[in-house]
């Protein structure tokens, strides 16, 4: 790396801050943020782990936009607008100059298309493998921030998108054999999440209870009806699932267990049905309402006929 440390901040790093005041030109030791008034902080950390969250041979510009945009899901979970982002990068020595470069094109371009900008982070060396953190924040409304501890019994549970993709993404880099032409939208699903941003905003005050699908369908809203004291029932001929993805074996599986889908779960009252789908036209985005909430605990998934369908590993853990 011909970059020094400084260098790599003000000529590769500084630029991206360059719409930020509080940011203060990357020269202080933090950064001032203030949200608009009337309105919360909204705070969100992910950390990406080469060889754990993407392959250490994947394009620099991907890692660094989907760095952003995982953590930008978090933000759209709670209905809130980004702010702005810090970052932390620990790059091993002897990281190429054309890798610095390309990672900060992919941070430039995904900026720049949600709207937010660089604040500030530290810089790092390590014998490996790379890891990068990023703290996203945003900004709600006072008191309408989209929470997990919402859900009400019977309400309807939906989702966006379509399931399963990413993770079939992921199985096909893997070395699960489909054809090109096929195998290419699954990958990209995987490398370039799309977080929901305006379907949490237009959510705020409509859906109950919000989470976005990182972990697995039934994990996430596992997480979901823990923190609202429910059951969940979901209809798996109810999964928003493509065709292309039922082609391919044990898509079943990937749509419910599956994570990096980065899509919205939420629960709204029954009777709010009509504005969730006329949500769905406005926003040109599908939106599926796969089942209900209960009093209880627990999820359970059943078939076209009412059977219980056995799950296994709900999701991904790191522990």
Request: hydrophobic residues 45%.
């Given at each position: 790396?011909?970059?020094?440390?400084f260098?790599?901040i003000?000529?590769l790093l500084?630029?991206?801050a360059a719409d930020?005041?509080?940011a203060?030109?990357?020269?202080d030791?933090?950064?001032?943020?203030?949200p608009p008034?009337?309105h919360?902080l909204?705070?969100?950390k992910d950390a990406?782990?080469?060889?754990?969250h993407f392959?250490?041979?994947?394009p620099?510009?991907l890692?660094?936009g989907?760095?952003?945009r995982?953590n930008?899901?978090d933000?759209?979970?709670?209905?809130?607008?980004?702010?702005?982002?810090?970052?932390a990068l620990?790059?091993?020595r002897?990281?190429?100059?054309?890798?610095l470069e390309?990672?900060v094109?992919?941070?430039?371009?995904t900026q720049?298309?949600?709207?937010l900008?660089?604040l500030?982070g530290?810089?790092?060396a390590?014998?490996?493998p790379l890891t990068?953190s990023?703290?996203v924040?945003g900004?709600?409304?006072e008191?309408r921030?989209l929470?997990?501890s919402?859900?009400r019994p019977?309400?309807?549970?939906?989702?966006?998108?379509?399931?399963g993709?990413?993770?079939m993404?992921?199985?096909?880099l893997?070395?699960?054999a489909v054809?090109?032409e096929?195998a290419?939208?699954?990958?990209a699903r995987?490398?370039?999440?799309?977080?929901?941003l305006a379907?949490?905003r237009?959510?705020r005050?409509l859906?109950?209870a919000?989470?976005d699908?990182s972990?697995g369908?039934?994990?996430d809203?596992?997480?979901?009806?823990?923190r609202?004291?429910?059951?969940?029932?979901?209809e798996?001929e109810?999964?928003?699932v493509?065709?292309?993805?039922?082609?391919?074996p044990?898509?079943r599986?990937?749509a419910?267990?599956g994570?990096?889908?980065y899509?919205?779960?939420?629960?709204?009252?029954?009777?709010?049905?009509?504005?969730?789908?006329?949500l769905s036209?406005d926003?040109?985005l599908p939106l599926?309402c796969i089942g209900?909430?209960?009093a209880g605990?627990?999820v359970r998934v059943?078939?076209?006929?009412g059977?219980?369908v056995?799950?296994?590993?709900p999701?991904?853990?790191?522990?």
């Amino acid at each position: 790396m011909s970059y020094g440390e400084f260098a790599f901040i003000d000529r590769l790093l500084k630029p991206l801050a360059a719409d930020m005041p509080g940011a203060l030109e990357l020269g202080d030791d933090a950064a001032l943020v203030v949200p608009p008034a009337g309105h919360e902080l909204v705070v969100a950390k992910d950390a990406l782990v080469a060889g754990v969250h993407f392959f250490a041979e994947d394009p620099a510009r991907l890692v660094a936009g989907k760095a952003l945009r995982v953590n930008l899901s978090d933000l759209a979970a709670m209905g809130a607008e980004p702010l702005g982002y810090l970052l932390a990068l620990a790059l091993p020595r002897g990281t190429e100059d054309a890798w610095l470069e390309d990672f900060v094109r992919g941070l430039e371009e995904t900026q720049a298309r949600f709207g937010l900008g660089l604040l500030g982070g530290d810089t790092v060396a390590t014998p490996g493998p790379l890891t990068l953190s990023v703290t996203v924040l945003g900004h709600v409304p006072e008191g309408r921030a989209l929470l997990r501890s919402g859900a009400r019994p019977g309400d309807e549970i939906w989702v966006s998108g379509r399931l399963g993709e990413a993770a079939m993404g992921l199985r096909i880099l893997r070395g699960l054999a489909v054809p090109d032409e096929e195998a290419m939208p699954l990958v990209a699903r995987y490398h370039i999440p799309e977080p929901r941003l305006a379907l949490g905003r237009a959510l705020r005050g409509l859906a109950h209870a919000a989470i976005d699908v990182s972990d697995g369908l039934v994990a996430d809203l596992g997480h979901l009806c823990r923190r609202s004291g429910v059951a969940a029932t979901v209809e798996l001929e109810r999964l928003p699932v493509s065709d292309l993805l039922r082609g391919i074996p044990r898509w079943r599986q990937t749509a419910l267990t599956g994570g990096d889908d980065y899509e919205l779960l939420f629960t709204a009252a029954p009777a709010d049905r009509p504005a969730v789908e006329a949500l769905s036209r406005d926003l040109g985005l599908p939106l599926s309402c796969i089942g209900r909430t209960a009093a209880g605990e627990g999820v359970r998934v059943v078939d076209a006929e009412g059977r219980e369908v056995a799950i296994g590993n709900p999701g991904w853990r790191h522990f």
